[in-house]
């Protein structure tokens, strides 16, 4: 009897080790192969267990209380990832990774930027910033990672970001459907005072939402200079009908004055091909 009795406990054992093994490994893939000591202890696992996955280089830590399953070899999903958890079960991807996150503007920071509903102490990699008004609109989620609404996150870049920046930010946000007039007067109202919400509200009013969207690089510094230059805002990457069945796309466009003006770099006009198609659509415009 207490052999069967030990054999019993064993197998409920190995099916405990068995059920909690796989619950890791489901865990890991929907948070990009990072997990949480605290999603953890609520899968069932013991703090012994813990200890002895990372003894075994099974959990690498990436942050206190954070770890990469199985490999260090981390994208960038999972560096996001990673730094949200690190800030605990509130926390959001903010500002400018957020916005990288939802396509809305690219980011080089060295750093991940966290939006907290508290202040929380320095951690390597990231930067906080506390928000205590967060409601549950606020919220939204990306490829698993919990992250900031398009509304608030425009919010946030109108902070950190200049006029122009803004502007591409909110032109992208429409392009990818993510502009809401409507959540974005929602936080506009609740966060009333907040830095950048005065600049918001400017792009808001002054600027025609998704009608400035130019290509990085020779379209943008061209873009800025007319804007220095004081010219009127033209129209940018539009398709204009030249005569029955043929249109190109042009750069930049003030329809009324029939005005056209093209930003062409080296790159992309420099073979015969190239420049014979610039030609054709020289004498049809």
Request: glycine share 8%; charged share 25%.
């Amino acid at each position: 009897m207490v052999a069967e009795t030990n054999v019993f406990a064993a197998e409920r054992l190995i099916s405990s080790s068995r059920r909690l093994t796989h619950e890791l490994a489901d865990l890991a893939t929907s948070q990009h192969g990072i997990v949480a000591r605290r999603q953890l202890l609520k899968l069932g696992f013991s703090s012994g267990q813990i200890q002895r996955m990372r003894a075994s280089r099974r959990l690498l830590e990436v942050h206190r209380g954070v770890y990469a399953v199985g490999h260090r070899a981390l994208g960038r999903h999972a560096h996001w990832a990673s730094a949200v958890l690190a800030c605990g079960p509130e926390a959001l991807l903010g500002v400018r990774s957020c916005a990288a996150l939802a396509g809305i503007r690219r980011t080089s920071l060295s750093y991940v930027e966290v939006t907290a509903p508290r202040q929380l102490g320095r951690m390597p990699g990231i930067k906080t910033y506390v928000c205590s008004r967060l409601q549950p609109q606020d919220r939204h989620e990306i490829d698993g990672i919990p992250c900031t609404s398009a509304a608030l996150t425009l919010l946030n870049l109108a902070a950190v970001l200049p006029r122009r920046g803004l502007e591409r930010a909110c032109d992208e946000a429409e392009v990818q459907r993510l502009f809401d007039l409507t959540a974005i007067e929602d936080v506009l109202d609740r966060f009333r005072g907040c830095r950048g919400a005065a600049r918001l509200r400017a792009v808001l009013d002054e600027h025609a939402i998704g009608t400035t969207l130019t290509r990085p690089g020779l379209e943008e510094l061209a873009l800025t200079a007319l804007d220095r230059a004081g010219v009127p805002r033209p129209e940018v990457n539009v398709r204009l009908a030249c005569r029955p069945g043929v249109g190109w796309e042009v750069d930049f466009l003030w329809r009324r004055r029939r005005i056209v003006l093209e930003t062409d770099g080296g790159r992309f006009h420099s073979t015969r091909g190239q420049i014979e198609r610039d030609r054709r659509k020289e004498a049809d415009l």
